[in-house]
């Protein structure tokens, strides 16, 4: 849900077509029973303005704080109840979780998607080593350079896990990784979620003044030219027998595309449609988690040095890390926690849609409210954790708080049937490349 930079703009729109998207937006019946609190609202662009001018997550943070931690807001004509405490987000995730199970589809996503469903937006009851060496070289091949030079490790951390990821889908490397890259931030720049069309979804005034849609057309033509060029160079390879030990998720896919049953197709859009929900998501998160896990380590140079330490101690008969050895590791998985706890993969959860008529904290929230949990504001609540706003991997020690969904307080991948499927993967990803970096580097900051 990125939105800051576009607000400012879209309520000066707003405000001048107001007229317009009056006549061209159907008003719809008022909710009734026991609601939610809410701040108070502008005509037509409803709680938009308290938005303005900040991230999302901390400004549904500063509103929380005012009001209560359930709220329901009115961003456009869409009603959007925030969850933003620990009990908020059980009752959500865990009490009612049958019913905020599906998530809802915004006119932009549903052009995204065409229709398919991967495994992100699917609505509920519906259907390694060699690249951790090549992030390694590029750091040593900068740190032996004659003119000592800052190393960027944005580029290489996402080349590592861009290349990490497409070898778990295709089971080889990307030959085009560099454009992929240049594509996939692209994309995150027009991720649909709160534009003009979807604020607005009946009026199509909104459509025609936004230029996202065409945005979206173009990038997600190109996606699947990546996409139809990785299914046939797959085909033609296991067409030659050039079959490898392990099947890799395409060949799973395409496997399954043959066996199930015909009243319940895999169709190839919906293998193209999990593959770009695999490429996108697991890319982002986890070279994002990862670039903030070092940035913490350089503004934190005593638990840089306590890591060390302590994975050249774990690890030092080794020589290496390896896949293998990341479990015997005590000091690492709390730096990651924290990280996690610090910079969320996504700071407000993907939103859920309420699938019929509930109460939460004893509010009744209406049918099709979407309902996003501040994730972010949870795991910086003074109420739940001392010095919130510190980087302390060792608040972990005890093993009192985990991120896999039975700790509210903690949820940077959700809870419960709609709990993030990509945990494990990104989390090999990003400790493996953290152990690298730190066992194998001494790093000045």
């Keep these: 849900m990125s939105?800051?930079?576009?607000?400012?703009?879209?309520?000066?729109?707003?405000l001048l077509a107001v007229p317009l998207i009056l006549f061209a937006t159907p008003r719809r019946p008022a909710p009734r029973g026991r609601l939610p609190p809410r701040p108070w609202a502008l005509p037509v662009i409803g709680h938009l303005h308290h938005l303005a001018g900040a991230l999302p997550h901390r400004a549904l943070r500063d509103l929380a704080r005012r009001h209560r931690p359930l709220m329901l807001l009115r961003l456009g004509e869409l009603p959007v109840a925030v969850a933003s405490s620990p009990d908020a987000a059980r009752e959500v995730l865990r009490t009612h979780d049958a019913a905020f199970a599906s998530r809802p589809?915004?006119?932009?996503?549903?052009?995204?998607?065409?229709?398919?469903?991967?495994?992100i937006f699917a609505p509920y009851g519906e259907g390694p080593s060699d690249d951790v060496g090549r992030l390694l070289r590029a750091v040593a091949a900068a740190a032996a350079a004659a003119e000592p030079a800052p190393v960027n490790l944005s580029e290489g951390v996402a080349a590592f896990v861009a290349d990490s990821t497409v070898r778990a889908i295709i089971g080889s490397r990307f030959r085009h990784r560099d454009a992929y890259l240049r594509m996939l931030q692209e994309g995150l720049k027009i991720v649909p979620g709160m534009t003009l069309p979807d604020l607005f979804p009946s009026s199509r005034l909104a459509r025609l003044v936004s230029s996202v849609p065409g945005k979206i057309e173009r990038h997600r033509r190109g996606m699947l030219q990546f996409i139809d060029a990785i299914i046939e160079e797959h085909r033609e390879s296991r067409?030659?027998?050039?079959?490898?030990?392990?099947?890799?998720?395409?060949?799973?896919?395409?496997?399954?595309?043959?066996?199930?049953?015909?009243?319940?197709?895999?169709?190839?859009?919906?293998?193209?449609?999990?593959?770009?929900?695999?490429?996108?998501?697991?890319?982002?998160?986890?070279?994002?988690?990862l670039q903030w896990a070092m940035a913490e380590l350089m503004r934190n140079p005593r638990v840089t040095r306590k890591a060390q330490d302590?994975?050249?101690?774990?690890?030092?008969?080794?020589?290496?890390?390896?896949e293998d050895?990341?479990?015997?590791?005590?000091?690492?998985?709390?730096?990651?926690?924290?990280?996690?706890?610090?910079?969320?993969?996504?700071?407000?959860?993907?939103?859920?849609?309420?699938?019929?008529?509930?109460?939460?904290?004893?509010?009744?929230?209406?049918?099709g409210t979407m309902v996003p949990v501040n994730a972010w504001a949870i795991s910086r609540d003074p109420e739940h954790w001392d010095d919130p706003d510190e980087f302390v991997p060792e608040r972990?020690?005890?093993?009192?708080?985990?991120?896999r969904g039975n700790d509210f307080e903690f949820i940077p991948f959700g809870a419960g049937r709609r709990m993030c499927p990509g945990m494990a993967f990104g989390l090999a990803h990003i400790e493996l490349a953290l152990a690298a970096l730190l066992f194998h580097f001494d790093w000045e900051f």
Excluded: W
Aim: charged share 30%; aromatic share 6%; hydrophobic share 40%.
């Design 3 to 14: 939105m800051a930079a576009d607000l400012p703009l879209y309520l000066y729109l707003l």
């Design 105 to 119: 589809m915004s006119p932009m996503q549903e052009l995204a998607y065409r229709g398919a469903r991967g495994v």
């Design 239 to 289: 067409a030659a027998g050039k079959d490898d030990d392990e099947e890799d998720l395409l060949g799973v896919l395409l496997r399954l595309q043959k066996e199930v049953d015909a009243r319940d197709p895999l169709t190839t859009d919906n293998i193209k449609t999990v593959m770009l929900d695999m490429f996108g998501a697991g890319s982002e998160t986890s070279a994002t988690t």
């Design 310 to 322: 302590k994975l050249r101690r774990e690890l030092g008969d080794h020589g290496k890390v390896t």
């Design 325 to 367: 050895r990341l479990t015997g590791l005590h000091y690492l998985p709390l730096v990651v926690k924290e990280t996690l706890r610090l910079h969320l993969p996504a700071p407000l959860l993907l939103p859920r849609r309420c699938g019929s008529p509930c109460r939460v904290l004893g509010f009744d929230v209406p049918e």
């Design 396 to 403: 972990f020690e005890r093993g009192e708080r985990d991120f």
